[in-house]
């Protein structure tokens, strides 16, 4: 089944620890995205990359990196720079250039920092 | 900047009961407009959109109608199943960007 896979489901970190967030995708889809989601706040954009080696900065992009080798992956490094990483952390893709709107999300992770 | 608000949940209702969730919103230019939902566990999945004003998406019994003049595209269904128990986003995007701009969500719960 084609589909985006995001590992882990449920991660926990210990303040001042930088943490790796897999999202890998099987649907040949060109773009990618990170959201963070927060209680009441709804979806908020932390980086995107349309293409291989290439990504920008979404609204959010402080105490994060990505980088994307690949086509079929996008990790997000969640750095000990991010104040409040307590989140619950969705990674889409959309195929071209995301041009349609229409974005095919994983299951998510959620990071607790304790 | 571009922004969208939709109604705060939660909304509870009965199984049958009609549903209205509001969404307004904010953006230069033209915006192509967009429902998203969310079971519990589960990323966002596309639930129906609409590209140009007075388009009516739909989708599972859904509908929403891109209301140019009033800014708006509230989603309805005429009656509700427990399985629509979700959190409901509305969202926009505009021009050629890949980027969307996302509602706080609405949390429906359905009961027997």
Redesign the interface.
């Known amino acids: 089944d084609g589909g985006i896979t995001q590992s882990p489901k449920y991660l926990f970190r210990k303040e001042g620890q930088n943490v790796t967030l897999s999202c890998e995708q099987n649907l040949n889809h060109d773009a990618m995205y990170w959201y963070r989601q927060d209680p009441g706040q709804g979806l908020r954009l932390i980086y995107y990359s349309q293409i291989v080696n290439d990504f920008q900065k979404g609204d959010i992009a402080e105490g994060y990196s990505v980088s994307r080798e690949k086509k079929e992956s996008f990790p997000l490094t969640v750095t000990s720079a991010q104040k409040n990483p307590t989140a619950f952390y969705l990674c889409a893709s959309t195929p071209g250039t995301g041009n349609t709107g229409e974005l095919f999300f994983g299951e998510g992770s959620r990071l607790t920092v304790l | 900047g571009d922004s ?1 608000t939709q109604m705060e949940g939660p909304v509870t209702l009965s199984e049958e009961a009609c549903l209205t969730i509001n969404c307004t919103y904010t953006a230069t230019g033209y915006p ?1 407009l ?1 429902w ?1 939902v969310q079971y519990p ?6 639930l129906l ?1 609409a590209t140009k004003a007075d388009d009516k998406g739909s989708n599972k019994g859904f509908e929403a109608t891109y209301r140019k003049e009033t800014t708006s595209f509230h989603l309805e269904k005429g009656s509700v199943q427990v399985s629509d128990s979700a959190v409901y ?1 509305c ?1 926009l ?1 505009t021009g ?5 701009t ?4 609405t949390r429906l719960q359905v009961t027997l």
């Open positions: 969208v192509s967009f998203y566990g589960e990323g966002l999945q596309l959109k986003f969202a995007k050629t960007a890949s980027k969307l996302f509602g706080t969500g």
